[in-house]
């Protein structure tokens, strides 16, 4: 199911898949004609009347992960919509995404699409964004920031807080400085692909931050000590996460902890 609501001049359609642990949130938003992110194809019939029923010309992607773009082919193929992302993830974009079942199941595979590569700028009627590299949860991830509306759009940057396990890719390191990054511009609304709208975003990226610097200088102090990066997660995540176990891995304590240094 859909939910669509209007904020401060922009649409924020808010869908829901799975059950139970698998229960997933997902944001995109519609600036103008300009859409970011574009939701899981699992969410495909919603969101092809939704897409139906708006002019959209164009998708501006965060990162390649099938739950960000999995409508994109659907945009170009009955919309004729231009889709941007990071030029190093246009290889990837144009082949279907091969999935371990878990994410089949929570999203759904992504069908290829042909993406063209992420101007610096995009415009819309009413807004300029920027488009600012932030990798962490992704190396090629990008979000994006409307300078004179005071918003961020973060993507996978943030999602919460708190972050019990990290996916393969993630790099805490880098996701450290990415926040640095945006917390360093003016803004103050923050829109999530899977919290949604936080207008007090500017506090709790800075509490994001706060907690992955701890992560970091326990894990330094530890290091320091001669104790390796397994016993370290351990400590630090006694208890193992179950999206570590659904995932077989995929997402791990092991990996928040060993980038972060
Ligand atoms: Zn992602």
Known sequence: MLNVK????????????????????????????LLIDTGSARLGKQSAGFFRDHAIRRAAITHVHEDHCGMAFWLQKNRDARIYIDPRDQAEASAPSRLPIYRKLAWKD????????????LETQHCTLDVIATPGHYPNHLSFHENNKGWVFTGDLYVAPRQMVAFKTENTKDAIESIRHLLSLEWDTLFCAHAGVQTNGREKLAAKLDYLESIRSQ???????????????????????????????EWSAYRLVATSV
Not at 12 to 20: A, D, L, M, V
């Open 6 to 33: 209007n904020h401060a001049g922009l649409v924020c359609c808010h869908g829901i898949t799975g059950y139970s642990v698998m229960r997933m949130h997902i944001h995109f938003y519609l600036i103008d004609d």
């Open 110 to 121: 992504r069908p290829e699409f042909n993406p063209e590569p992420m101007p610096d700028h």
């Open 219 to 249: 894990t330094e102090t530890l290091l320091a000590q001669g104790i390796g990066f397994e016993e370290i997660s351990r400590r630090l995540f006694p208890k193992k996460h179950l999206w570590e176990i659904v995932s077989r891995g």
